[in-house]
């Protein structure tokens, strides 16, 4: 496998990928070579069939168990997973992907842009639910994974889920998908559009390019009820 070491370790590991063929994105983009980062737990069975996927919230990443090493915090799903609990690591090989567009080690906004050796930032494609899961996927096949015993999360993690079982039936055992939709309603799309404008307008915005600047928007995350991770 070839594994990448971005400037500033992220949690478990981080895979290149996309570096024979690039990712193809909704947006009509692609991305390649790019870094995904993912933790894992338990031990993988011989014939590679015990492993569930977990996938995060839009404020989560790949550690959901355990003391982060970056935050300091107990794992997003302590209570849930681990010896003997409901998704006992005993039995099951867990992994856990931080998604594209994440900013644990994956590519995203604050990763390096390797066609120009700087941050991202605004120049970032935009993405869909879809394109973080064909990403999850192809770590699956870097991996040696052919089938998922279950993909489970709550929130955009269960988007996600939703989106394994439409896109790789074949690969997806079972699916448990918790507090998601398929889709947002008028009112989820109106909420965000006012968290958005709530960062877009703060002047420490600098048009989404305020990495290395010593300034961030944080007046507008505080506006919209979160923190950057």
């Keep these: 496998m070839t594994e990448f070491s971005p400037p500033s370790p992220p949690p478990g590991h981080v895979a290149l990928l996309?570096?024979?063929?690039?990712?193809?994105?909704?947006?009509?983009?692609?991305?390649?070579?790019?870094?995904?980062?993912?933790?894992?737990?338990?031990?993988?069975?011989?014939?590679?069939?015990?492993?569930?996927?977990?996938?995060?919230?839009?404020?989560?990443?790949?550690?959901?168990?355990?003391?982060?090493?970056?935050?300091?915090?107990?794992?997003?799903?302590?209570?849930?997973?681990?010896?003997?609990?409901?998704?006992?690591?005993?039995?099951?090989?867990?992994?856990?992907?931080?998604?594209?567009?994440?900013?644990?080690?994956?590519?995203?906004?604050?990763?390096?842009?390797?066609?120009?050796?700087?941050?991202?930032?605004?120049?970032?494609?935009?993405?869909?639910?879809?394109?973080?899961?064909?990403?999850?996927?192809?770590?699956?096949?870097?991996?040696?994974?052919?089938?998922?015993f279950m993909a489970v999360g709550g929130s955009m993690g269960g988007m996600q889920v939703l989106q394994w079982v439409r896109d790789y039936p074949q690969r997806v055992f079972a699916g448990a998908a918790l507090a998601t939709a398929a889709r947002h309603s008028p009112q989820q799309i109106g909420l965000h559009s006012i968290g958005r404008r709530a960062i877009l307008s703060d002047p420490d915005w600098q048009e989404g390019r305020y990495h290395g600047t010593g300034r961030s928007p944080t007046k507008g995350w505080r506006s919209r009820g979160c923190w950057p991770i």
């Design 18 to 148: 996309g570096q024979e063929s690039p990712l193809p994105l909704d947006c009509g983009s692609s991305l390649g070579p790019y870094p995904l980062a993912y933790s894992s737990y338990g031990t993988l069975n011989a014939d590679r069939s015990n492993v569930v996927l977990i996938t995060h919230a839009l404020t989560g990443d790949q550690v959901v168990t355990g003391s982060h090493p970056v935050t300091k915090r107990p794992g997003w799903w302590e209570r849930m997973v681990g010896p003997g609990r409901i998704i006992d690591t005993d039995a099951y090989f867990v992994l856990c992907v931080n998604v594209l567009g994440g900013c644990m080690g994956s590519a995203g906004p604050s990763a390096i842009n390797p066609a120009t050796n700087t941050v991202w930032g605004a120049d970032f494609p935009f993405l869909t639910i879809a394109d973080m899961v064909r990403a999850q996927a192809e770590l699956l096949d870097h991996l040696g994974i052919d089938t998922l």
